[in-house]
Nanobody
Framework: QVHLVESGGGSVQAGGSLRLSCTYS??????MAWFKEREGEREGVACI???????KYADSVKGRFTISKDNGQNTLYLQMDDLKPEDTAMYYC???????????????????WGQGTQVTVSS
């Protein structure tokens, strides 16, 4: 069983920064990801393996967002810099009991989901 709680969302102007956090509890090591949802469509933002070493990003956020994982603090982060209005969305933390880099697709049946945190970027 995996339990996830996101925090850190909010409103910011374009060009600003936010850091999302996802505190997790799990009986095994987990790989994790961030997704965003707008107008009912959920898409991958970034993912990281259970060791916190290997990462993958969506093309739209490369060079602006950084995913990291602190296994000692049981927390996943998403540092979001140079935010754009199109980054506005509900952001969800997801976890999998698989140790390798997970697929950055929401349809993968192995995801556990958090409740989401809203990010709003104004121009």
């Amino acid at each position: 069983q995996v339990h996830l709680v996101e925090s850190g969302g909010g409103s910011v102007q374009a060009g600003g920064s936010l850091r999302l956090s996802c505190t997790y509890s799990a009986s095994v090591t987990i790989s994790m990801a961030w997704f965003k949802e707008r107008e009912g469509e959920r898409e991958g933002v970034a993912c990281i393996d259970s060791y916190g070493v290997t990462t993958k990003y969506a093309d739209s956020v490369k060079g602006r967002f950084t995913i990291s994982k602190d296994n000692g603090q049981n927390t996943l982060y998403l540092q979001m810099d140079d935010l754009k209005p199109e980054d506005t969305a509900m952001y969800y933390c997801a976890a999998s009991i698989h140790s390798g880099l997970p697929p950055l697709v929401p349809q993968w049946g192995a995801w556990y989901w958090g409740q989401g945190t809203q990010v709003t970027v104004s121009s």
